[in-house]
């Protein structure tokens, strides 16, 4: 158990470009949570999956967003055309069945849109 | 639905001092609730949870937290800081329902002065 790995860890674009973040939980995590959190606040939720299953999506998630977790292994976070506002930390965490033990959270992945 | 409120942005204290970082959550169901703490650069770590039973909660490190149904509090303490409690600490609260997500607060930076 190596816990929760993000890649890259940064990442600089240009706006209207698009970026896929990668996220590998831990291995017996059947959930996969992806935040993202903004300078001076706390983590806001994005979505997340049970096994390969997506079953909920935050508002925050505009049309440009989309997660997948195939084979309910890895997961990956796609911004299509990004503009500055999606400039923030994404943070990808993983949980067995329930939530009594909260969540184990990998280190980020820092985006710059400029 | 649920929110978190952390009353204070930043707490300065001198080492060794007593600390108390403020917590207020609502909700109008159950909730579990959690303290993480994020050092720089890092991604969150788990600090300690409040699942049921006992409401006095404590961490290895010396922190603790106190949940107050009354006041729907959970605010988190620790009789005396060292200069490496320096940190974010985010208060949290994941209702029972079948997502267990988890619902942050704004943050408290600790900053622990020589």
């Known amino acids: 158990d190596t816990g929760v790995s993000q890649d890259p860890r940064h990442k600089i674009t240009k706006r209207g470009q698009n970026v896929t973040f990668r996220c590998d939980p831990i291995?017996?995590?059947?959930?996969l949570y992806w935040y993202r959190q903004t300078l001076g606040q706390g983590p806001e939720f994005l979505t997340y999956f049970q096994n390969e299953a997506q079953l909920e999506k935050s508002r925050l998630l505009s049309d440009r967003f989309s997660a997948e977790r195939p084979k309910g292994s890895f997961s990956t976070l796609e911004i299509q055309r990004t503009e500055q506002g999606d400039s923030a930390m994404y943070l990808c965490?993983?949980?067995?069945?329930?939530?009594?033990?909260?969540?184990?959270f990998g280190s980020g992945t820092r985006l710059t849109v400029v | 639905a649920q929110s978190v409120t952390q009353l204070d942005s930043q707490v300065p204290v001198f080492e060794e001092a007593p600390v108390e970082l403020r917590c207020n959550y609502s909700s109008s169901v159950s909730v579990y609730l959690f303290w993480y703490v994020q050092y720089p650069n890092q991604g969150l770590q788990l600090l300690l949870k409040y699942l049921s039973g006992s409401t006095l909660v404590e961490s290895i490190n010396g922190f603790e937290a106190e949940f107050n149904k009354s006041q729907t509090s959970f605010h988190l303490r620790k009789p005396s800081v060292h200069i490496s409690d320096t940190a974010e600490y985010f208060c949290a609260v994941s209702s029972m329902d079948s997502s267990y997500k988890l619902i942050f607060g704004s943050g408290t930076r600790l900053l622990v002065r020589p």
């Open positions: 291995s017996e995590h059947n959930r």
């Open positions: 965490a993983s949980s067995s069945g329930t939530g009594v033990n909260g969540y184990t």
